[in-house]
């Protein structure tokens, strides 16, 4: 069959008007134990930032496989978002540092972050990055060892662990003074090892943002744009999916 210039020229525009992020990208998403926001449950990856990207891929009419999504150590999660053109991960806090690092999708959902540690503790009036012998429960390169890097906190005060189930286990057994971890999901991981969260409280908070998507920055900005604006449809549609049933701890 022959074209006509008229027909070929028809053709061409409607290719050139439709949006490249119409058509489904390669990206590779990771994603770590953080619950209850993304965690692994009888073999299968659950929790809230889940429901939502499956919502907006299913917005976006994109296949969405779930046996493509690997759930990493944090640390593991944060390199490879660095490392790999083609990756972005959920959730992880925003911040400005992490914003020129990284493109954001999002606010998909308010996240916390605070100090955390045994209820009789008493550190007022003190300043916590001058205390020699204390120690501190992080992730390596989650928001909470982030953020006390950027207040002063010394290498030697860190006690690195590999996810928050290990935080508030090693809290429990006072193998760390404290844990820099959000509130609501050290409580979600409090519940899991089965330890009392009314034992512990909140020492100091340290930052308050929201949990989002972000992707490697070699990531087209037009897809970013897409899913952006894809997570504010789905969250006015149906605005449960991002809600929790639990409190931070008190």
Not at 48 to 68: C, N
Not at 75 to 86: F, G, H, I, M, Q
Not at 88 to 99: D, K, L, M, N
Request: some cysteine; overall charge negative.
């Amino acid at each position: 069959m022959k074209l006509n210039r008229a027909n070929l020229f028809i053709m061409l525009s409607i290719f050139f008007m439709c949006p490249a992020s119409a058509v489904q990208p390669k990206i590779n998403w990771y994603t770590e134990d953080y619950p209850p926001f993304n965690y692994m449950h009888e073999g299968q990856i659950e929790g809230i930032s889940i429901k939502v990207l499956r919502a907006m891929y299913k917005q976006l009419d994109w296949t969405f496989d779930e046996a493509d999504i690997l759930l990493m150590p944090w640390a593991r999660v944060y390199k490879t978002l660095e490392d790999s053109p083609n990756a972005c991960v959920f959730s992880i806090t925003y911040t400005e540092e992490r914003a020129r690092q990284f493109n954001f999708i999002g606010p998909m959902i308010h996240n916390t972050v605070s100090l955390i540690g045994h209820k009789e503790s008493d550190y007022s009036d003190v300043d916590l990055k001058n205390i020699p012998g204390l120690k501190v429960g992080v992730v390596k390169n989650d928001i909470g060892h982030q953020l006390l890097v950027k207040e002063g906190f010394h290498e030697y005060q860190f006690v690195y662990l590999k996810t928050g189930y290990e935080l508030v286990r090693m809290l429990k057994l006072k193998r760390v003074d404290l844990i820099a971890y959000g509130d609501v999901i050290a409580r979600f991981q409090f519940s899991r090892a089965h330890i009392d969260p009314n034992n512990y409280k909140i020492i100091a908070p340290l930052y308050q943002s929201f949990l989002g998507m972000a992707c490697n920055k070699a990531v087209d900005d037009e897809v970013i744009k897409t899913l952006n604006q894809t997570l504010v449809e789905v969250l006015k549609e149906h605005p449960s999916l991002a809600t929790w049933h639990e409190e931070g701890v008190q």
